[in-house]
């Protein structure tokens, strides 16, 4: 059973903070790793996908992956009021298909 | 560039009754995907097509629903008959050839009476 574990939070940030959003997975099979970002009452939005050990950086974004752990990350710097949302954190790829968390709730206090 | 679309966006019906969802993905993108999302938690794969064959249908509840993608690409997903578990949000997601990544469409909210 392949599994994705994240914090439900709510994770509450200061507006202007990193925000620090994690994630552990059990299958080692696994080679992409993705972070969604899903608003209330909306469907996901891709916001980055990494593939091997380090850091990926796209603008405020930063999305760590550390295979021997099996842990991934995703960093938001200069957190906003429109950060608010659930980030759901998945992995799998080819044709395994993406196996997803339940997502953390986000709030970026003004 | 367009994105997936889908159709209808809610529907209600009540237990017993049939029901079917449409999905167009992205232009060009060979894989296409179903999920069934409940409220509070992250979506679940229910199938995985690669162009009109089926990848991945090991979680699709196949004695009430079934999914088709006769030409390679535009979907439908259908449930019968509807029991009151299956309200949830059923999403359509597709990708690139040669990527992994997925774009959702926006979703169809079922509610099931």
């Known amino acids: 059973q392949k599994e994705v574990e994240q914090n439900s939070g709510p994770l509450s940030v200061p507006e202007g903070a990193i925000a620090s959003l994690n994630c552990t997975y059990s299958?080692?099979?696994?080679?992409?790793f993705f972070w969604y970002r899903q608003y209330s009452g909306k469907s996901p939005e891709l916001i980055m996908f990494?593939?091997?050990?380090g850091d990926k950086e796209d603008g405020r974004f930063t999305a760590q992956l550390n295979k021997a752990s099996q842990y991934v990350s995703l960093l938001i710097r200069d957190s906003q009021p429109s950060d608010s949302a659930t980030y759901l954190c998945?992995?799998?790829?080819?044709?395994?298909?993406?196996?997803f968390g339940k997502g953390t709730h986000l709030i970026i206090q003004p | 560039e367009a994105g997936v679309a889908q159709s209808p966006r809610y529907k209600i019906i009540e237990k017993r009754q049939s029901v079917a969802f449409w999905c167009n993905p992205i232009?060009?993108?060979?894989?296409l995907y179903w999920y069934q999302q409940i409220l509070g938690q992250g979506p679940k794969l229910l199938i995985q097509?690669?162009?009109?064959?089926?990848?991945?249908d090991s979680q699709l509840p196949k004695d009430r629903f079934s999914a088709e993608r006769l030409k390679g690409v535009d979907s439908t997903l259908k449930i019968q008959p509807a029991k009151l578990e299956d309200s949830a949000v059923y999403l359509c997601?597709?990708?690139?050839?040669?990527?992994?990544?997925?774009?959702f469409g926006p979703g169809t909210r079922l509610t099931v009476t």
């Open positions: 997601a597709s990708s690139p050839i040669g990527g992994d990544e997925q774009y």
């Open positions: 299958d080692r099979g696994s080679q992409s």
């Open positions: 990494i593939y091997s050990n």
């Open positions: 998945a992995g799998g790829g080819g044709a395994d298909g993406l196996t």
């Open positions: 232009s060009g993108h060979a894989t």
């Open positions: 097509f690669q162009n009109n064959g089926v990848v991945d």
